[in-house]
């Protein structure tokens, strides 16, 4: 998907998409840079959108670790689906169904690109904490937003929140690593 393709879906669902360009590859680059290579992950995607932070992952990642892709638009639904990878699935429903899909402390990273800012509390509330039901202890919550608005929700689910910045994204991105454990 182009920039102009990404960019008449994000306008026909600004709401969901919660973005008007793709991420940049400094953007996608920081978000990915905590992902370890050197052993099998299992990580959650949130909010993939077109799945150019998912095709990052997939590069960066050991070859047996596995990525599981919620998206509830339709059109980027079909776009992930062309990613020819068997360590990706990807379901087509939303990211507050986190629970019905992996047990407890069973995940190593959630990275998620989902519009924070733009989700009702209550279902902010229930995809935050069934991320953190999910993680393993020492698991990694990773999103990027716009605005620091989020940051002290964000300290109320994880124990250790650190943020950063990149000017090189439209428009500029915080990039957050929330972590359960205290270390």
Known sequence: MNNLSFLREALRSFRSTGAIARS???LVQKLVEPLPQNRPLNIVELGPGD???TRAILEKVHPQSRVTA???????VARLASIED???????????QLTHHFAPA????????LPLSMIDKATKAAILQQAQTVLRP??????????????GLLKDYFHR?????TLANLPPAFIYSCSLGMV
């Open 138 to 151: 020492n698991g990694r919550f990773l999103q990027f937003q716009y605005a620091l608005q989020d940051y």
């Open 86 to 96: 068997d360590r990706l699935r990807v379901l087509g429903i939303g990211a507050d």
């Open 51 to 53: 799945g150019c932070v």
């Open 24 to 26: 940049s590859p400094a």
């Open 70 to 76: 919620f998206e509830i638009n339709e059109a980027f």
């Open 161 to 165: 929140v650190s943020v950063s910045f």
């Open 106 to 113: 069973s995940v190593d990273y959630v990275v998620s690109s």
